[in-house]
């Protein structure tokens, strides 16, 4: 079978809690020469595309995380903080 066009989307939900998401998605295209391993190219999209939501969501999971431990600090009795837990 010849392939021209090779393409590939991957989406992910990720959990941020509070019944809030956040769903990001990737597609990417690859023209496919003769001669050319399409399963390869099409692993290679894959990977990438992988890679670049992993990347988006990075900013936001870590801001997501952060709420998550300052909510726990919180809950710390005031007289177990002193300023190097600041």
Do not use: H
């Amino acid at each position: 079978m010849k392939f021209t066009t090779v393409s590939v989307s991957y989406s992910r939900k990720f959990n941020l809690g509070n019944f809030e998401s956040l769903d990001l998605g990737c597609s990417l295209w690859a023209q496919v020469e003769d001669g050319e391993d399409a399963d390869g190219i099409t692993q290679f999209l894959y990977l990438q595309a992988k890679t670049s939501v992993k990347l988006a969501a990075m900013p936001v999971l870590k801001a997501s995380e952060f709420q998550i431990n300052k909510a726990k600090s919180s809950k710390k009795v005031s007289g177990d903080i002193n300023e190097s837990d600041w």
